[in-house]
């Protein structure tokens, strides 16, 4: 199994709503990744873990918040979002940055 | 910091002509370079990489090579197909942070038959 699932596809939630991203891996790897693309943009890193650690936080604010709960599973919490956030949220993971495994990412709207 | 140029698109090609897309880079130590492409509505995927100077990756018909000297990483094929209509991002993974993928902004590859 190659593949990194995240869930939901797509969704669209108000300012004040709480809402989680989901991702699932089960190929091992050490290393999960939380990017965010704009349209017509490059992913930008957000979130790193190693080993189910916190290895990576470019600044992101705080009403993004990741959690790993285990060495398949890696969430994104949101709260209080802008409508500047609404993007494409990609998950990956691997081994190390040799090669990532990408998902087919989570559409975000905020209204 | 660490940073990728990659040239601005579109690029649109008829079907079986020859691409380049011109990536250069910036960083200190030894990078790793790669090339990824994202089709429509998907995440990226992993096209070829190079981890030190003068490899040249391959896959799929597309070739680059990792050249310290002009701190490039320029993408090529021989004759494109429509299939291959995508974006194409040029990435570096820093010497000093082997978890960081650092990308380039994105090149779109357009292919008519």
């Known amino acids: 199994d190659t593949e990194v699932t995240q869930t939901p596809k797509h969704l669209v939630m108000g300012m004040t709503n709480k809402k989680s991203l989901k991702c699932e891996q089960h190929?091992?790897?050490?290393?999960m990744y939380w990017y965010k693309q704009k349209a017509k943009k490059p992913p930008e890193l957000m979130f790193v873990?190693?080993?189910?650690?916190?290895?990576i936080n470019e600044s992101v604010p705080s009403r993004f918040s990741p959690e790993c709960p285990n060495s398949s599973l890696l969430n994104l919490h949101l709260h209080a979002l802008q409508p500047e956030d609404s993007a494409l949220y990609l998950c990956?993971?691997?081994?190390?940055?040799?090669?990532?495994?990408f998902g087919s990412g989570t559409q975000l709207s905020v209204l | 910091g660490d940073s990728v140029t990659q040239m601005e698109g579109p690029v649109t090609l008829s079907e079986e002509a020859f691409l380049t897309i011109n990536c250069t880079y910036t960083?200190?130590?030894?990078?790793?370079l790669f090339w990824y492409v994202q089709y429509p509505g998907e995440g990226l995927q992993l096209l070829l990489k190079?981890?030190?100077?003068?490899d040249k990756g391959s896959n799929k018909g597309f070739e680059a090579t990792y050249r310290k000297e002009t701190t490039s990483f320029h993408l090529e094929k021989g004759s494109v197909q429509v299939s291959d209509s995508a974006v194409y991002f040029c990435?570096?993974?820093?010497?000093?942070?082997?978890?960081?993928?650092?990308f380039g902004t994105g090149t779109r590859l357009q292919v008519f038959p």
């Open positions: 190079a981890t030190k100077a003068d």
């Open positions: 190929m091992g790897h050490r290393a």
């Open positions: 990435a570096l993974s820093p010497s000093s942070n082997t978890d960081k993928l650092i």
């Open positions: 960083a200190t130590g030894y990078p790793s």
């Open positions: 873990y190693s080993y189910e650690k916190l290895s």
């Open positions: 990956a993971s691997s081994q190390g940055a040799e090669k990532l495994f």
